[in-house]
């Protein structure tokens, strides 16, 4: 991998989808269909990475509950809707993830 | 200095608070006032800096790619994806066209701020641009809302944007100093931090149906589509998802507006 490439392709995406809008600061109309789309972005993009980084962990599925990957993916979503704080979901999911793996010996 | 602070203290009164900005407040009030009110998301970040620092070189970036990323792209989600997509060996392609997509909401912020930068010269607003995360987004509206004066919000701005900024690079490199001291990091488990640091950014997006839809929709099809050479699935999903979100979002309202007409 070229990471040359790599960070300047990366500062073009970022940095174009930043700037556009202020370059021509004329009367741009949002659409609203438009915005509510790009609201779907972010959790769309980050699921799509999560669900294969626990449920096939070691490159196969392993749809089974002894998987350390799939019960701290599920103790961190609960995590995250009873306590609605970041750092809170971090801790609380390695922690859980430590024990299984390294405590309880799972995988 | 001191009238500021006085004023700061009762923010109820923002009436009050409005009057004395226009008053005098100047370009460096501004600008401290902005890093100040960015402190409490720059806390936030300090861990996503650390952990990004931490592994980069485990994912397969070495770690003057990993400072070079925070200086010159400076944006926390897509920097970690790359992360993602680089250790399971996605294409270069792949992984801009990715950054482009998750970006794409800051598109949103700068709509929003338009009438904010209008009148600045274009490098002000290349900098500005530059320096455009959800914190100083979030920071810099507050401002926006509170004083109507905006002679001098582009130091406000400034002032946020240089404190966030200079928070990501030195938690970015502390990170990359807490891996090479500790280069076994990885197998206590530290693949499942992004994992669980992505967990934590979705769930508070799930308020209503067509999010849940389409957080369901991109995790299955993620799935689905994983056997994809150069990890393409991940944006097949992440597609996927955004338009099942959209359709349930249209659905909704088209159904609310005839309930709606019913009872008129």
Request: net charge neutral.
């Amino acid at each position: 991998m070229n990471e040359v490439l790599l960070i300047i392709g990366m500062f073009l995406a970022t940095f174009s989808t930043r700037y556009l809008l202020f370059a021509v600061a004329g009367r741009v109309h949002f659409p609203e269909w438009l915005s509510t789309g790009l609201s779907f972005v972010p959790p769309a993009v980050l699921t799509a990475i999560v669900f294969p980084a626990v449920l096939m962990p070691e490159g196969e599925m392993w749809f089974s509950l002894d998987n350390p990957w799939l019960l701290a993916g599920i103790g961190a979503v609960i995590i995250a809707l009873v306590r609605k704080d970041l750092l809170t979901t971090i801790v609380g999911g390695m922690a859980i993830f430590i024990t299984l793996k390294f405590v309880v010996g799972l995988g | 200095m001191s009238a500021d602070t006085v004023t700061e203290n009762i923010p109820q009164d923002a009436e009050d608070k409005r009057h004395n900005a226009e008053g005098n407040a100047t370009p460096r009030q501004e600008f401290f006032a902005g890093a100040r009110a960015t402190i409490p998301l720059i806390v936030g970040a300090i861990p996503f800096g650390i952990i990004f620092g931490t592994l980069a070189e485990p994912s397969g970036l070495s770690a003057y790619g990993a400072m070079a990323m925070s200086l010159f792209v400076f944006a926390g989600s897509a920097q970690f994806i790359s992360l993602g997509l680089l250790s399971a060996g996605a294409a270069l392609p792949v992984i801009i066209a990715t950054t482009f997509i998750v970006n794409l909401r800051h598109m949103l912020y700068s709509a929003n701020l338009v009438p904010k930068v209008r009148h600045l010269p274009q490098r002000w607003r290349i900098a500005m641009a530059f320096g455009l995360t959800d914190e100083t987004f979030a920071a810099v509206s507050n401002r926006y809302l509170l004083q109507d004066d905006i002679r001098h919000a582009h130091w406000f701005y400034l002032g946020s944007f240089l404190a966030m900024y200079s928070n990501w690079v030195l938690c970015t490199l502390l990170g990359i100093a807490l891996g090479e001291l500790f280069p076994d990091m990885t197998k206590w488990g530290l693949d499942f931090a992004m994992s669980v640091t992505f967990i934590g950014m979705v769930v508070p997006y799930l308020k209503n149906k067509p999010m849940w839809a389409a957080v369901i929709v991109a995790g299955a099809m993620a799935i689905a589509t994983v056997a994809l050479p150069h990890k393409l699935g991940l944006i097949v999903a992440a597609i996927c998802g955004i338009a099942t979100g959209l359709s349930f979002h249209l659905l909704e309202k088209k159904r609310n507006t005839q309930a709606g007409g019913e009872f008129s």
